[in-house]
């Protein structure tokens, strides 16, 4: 059981697969992904199967923090270290000692900090701002990224020796329009906690919808998809939950085929259809004979006659 990774496709169950055969170790992981697939739950996975699971779980965005500041968040500082340090403060290090640090956009900390953490990393010491007795701790690290580390070394922004340290055992979180499949089970999932949140009990929703659901390409994720689920649920005042098209609108979308044809298709429009459907197949990562249908059927003005009646019942 992995809490709160809700899915059954093929490439889901590769990072599932992953976590599981490296929890048990205490290798530094680092976990690669866009912004929204959930690196964050695979960190906490890891943890949780770990030999540390009863110990803290530190976790630090690197992006969220001032520049200047980075260091003293991470390592600590003593009394007087600088301006306005009135007391000793420990760093995330410190109180994660025992157990997992996770370290969210890595690739953003930075050069001077980057020295430090290495150093943490190959003997696991480090100094408090101000200070200079050598502290040692036992945590595993745990990093994650969205950037593409490779381009961020040849740009001379990250360091090549850090990142050998950081990508002992890499994990990639696939994105949401890859795994399509997992869909259905994620909007059961979120309407379920969400209806559960606001005293609703929503069973059902518009096959019209499930279909916006599984065609758009989902740029923020599953963070995205959480957000439009819990609107829904919000606006939803019977059981059956349904989107408005709007809200999954892509900010620059291409004219389709599908959008200029109207009533029955000829021969050259039946052409340029499938012609479309390939296209928003490749791009959308759905089946062709769903992309198909859904693109022939909108040309042909059915889609929302069809819809206003089709719904699918998820919750016996």
């Known amino acids: 059981m992995f809490e709160e990774i809700v899915g059954s496709s093929e490439k889901?169950?590769?990072?599932l697969v992953l976590v599981a055969k490296v929890a048990p170790t205490d290798s530094t992981v680092l976990i690669t992904g866009e912004t929204g697939t959930g690196k964050e739950l695979v960190a906490r996975a890891i943890h949780k199967r770990s030999r540390r699971a009863a110990r803290a779980f530190v976790s630090l965005n690197c992006a969220s923090i001032?520049?200047?500041?980075?260091?003293?968040?991470?390592?600590?500082?003593?009394?007087?270290?600088?301006t306005g340090a009135t007391h000793r403060r420990l760093g995330r290090f410190e109180l994660a000692d025992g157990?997992?640090?996770f370290l969210d956009e890595v690739g953003e900390l930075p050069p001077e900090t980057q020295i430090t953490l290495l150093r943490v990393l190959q003997e696991r010491t480090f100094e408090r701002v101000?200070?200079?007795?050598s502290i040692t701790v036992n945590v595993r690290v745990v990093a994650a990224t969205n950037r593409d580390f490779r381009a961020a070394v040849e740009a001379g922004k990250f360091r090549q020796d850090l990142l050998y340290r950081l990508n002992v055992f890499p994990i990639h979180v696939p994105?949401?329009?890859?795994?399509?499949?997992?869909?259905p089970l994620l909007l059961e999932y979120l309407t379920e906690r969400f209806a559960s949140k606001v005293g609703k009990r929503i069973g059902r929703i518009k096959k019209r919808t499930m279909g916006l659901f599984q065609a758009y390409d989902w740029p923020g994720n599953v963070r995205e998809l959480q957000n439009v689920v819990e609107r829904a649920?919000?606006?939803?005042?019977?059981e059956t939950v349904e989107v408005d098209e709007a809200w999954l609108q892509r900010e620059s979308p291409k004219p389709t085929v599908a959008a200029r044809g109207l009533g029955r298709p000829n021969e050259n429009q039946e052409k340029e259809i499938i012609e479309c459907a390939l296209t928003e197949c490749q791009g959308l990562a759905m089946p062709f004979n769903y992309a198909l249908q859904f693109t022939s059927a909108r040309a042909a003005g059915r889609l929302e006659q069809e819809d206003q009646t089709g719904e699918v019942l998820w919750i016996s």
């Not at 500082?77 to 600088?82: I, S």
């Not at 101000?130 to 007795?133: A, E, F, K, Q």
């Not at 994105?175 to 869909?183: A, K, Q, S, T, W």
């Not at 649920?233 to 019977?238: E, N």
Request: hydrophobic share 40%; glycine share 14%.
């Open 175 to 183: 994105p949401l329009r890859e795994r399509v499949d997992d869909i």
């Open 233 to 238: 649920v919000i606006l939803c005042d019977g």
């Open 99 to 101: 157990g997992t640090i």
């Open 12 to 15: 889901l169950r590769r990072v």
């Open 66 to 82: 001032p520049l200047s500041l980075v260091a003293a968040e991470l390592f600590g500082y003593e009394k007087g270290a600088f």
């Open 130 to 133: 101000g200070g200079s007795h």
